[in-house]
């Protein structure tokens, strides 16, 4: 099976059972309350808006975990590949293109609205939405990793949730840094180059998670 094959048939899945739609519900909903936590105060949601919309994106990328490997493994999905040697880190490199298709480019879209609450310029805006291009790989490569190392234990949500947090947290501080003028352009290129450290090495760590649970 190609790459094309398992990319298509995990993103219909994705899209088929309706769970593409919740990260970008949990997304909104994140930026439609915290305007009520913080009140009124036009300047200080404009100032922090951007750094809220980061963490949401983070925490919203993180609701899919639970299904990206772990149906695949008990299903005997896995097992098939593996019989017809298919590379385990191809198949992770495939659930991961899924993955990002999946959220990040309805994320990108919903972050205009968020935007347009917390009042942020278009100038931020644009920050934000190439920090989300260039960092929503990182963390889709990110999400397939901790899916795979914790495929089959039990309570796997919330021991993905400790595993990709702290790990994410590189992410979200360049991230929100880009949005910064001065230092903006410094954090970016922090941001791409973690971004693309995390695609370039989740797929062989998922591939050794997912062989280790085979054994």
């Known amino acids: 099976m190609r790459i094309g094959g398992i990319v298509w048939r995990d993103l219909r899945r994705a899209w088929a059972g309706g769970g593409a739609l919740w990260p970008v519900a949990f997304f909104l909903l994140t930026a439609i309350l915290f305007p009520f936590a913080v009140g009124p105060d036009t300047a200080l949601l404009a100032r922090i808006g951007g750094g809220v919309i980061w963490a949401a994106a983070l925490l919203a990328a993180l609701l899919p975990v639970e299904r990206l490997v772990a149906p695949d493994v008990e299903a005997g999905v896995i097992d ?105 352009a410094g954090a970016v290129k922090l941001l791409a180059a973690v971004s693309l450290l995390l695609t370039a090495g989740a797929p062989w760590i998922a591939a050794a998670a997912i062989r280790s649970g085979m054994d």
Do not use: C
């Open 80 to 184: 098939q590949y593996a019989v017809r040697e298919v590379p385990l880190a191809l198949v992770a490199f495939a659930k991961i293109v899924a993955h990002w298709l999946g959220f990040a480019p309805p994320l990108m879209l919903a972050a205009v609205v968020a935007a347009g609450l917390f009042d942020l310029s278009a100038t931020t805006l644009v920050r934000i939405e190439l920090g989300l291009l260039i960092g929503t790989p990182g963390l889709a490569a990110l999400g397939v990793a901790t899916a795979a190392l914790v495929a089959g234990l039990r309570g796997s949500g919330a021991v993905a949730g400790l595993v990709m947090l702290p790990l994410a947290i590189p992410l979200l501080i360049f991230g929100a840094g880009s949005l910064d003028g001065a230092a903006g």
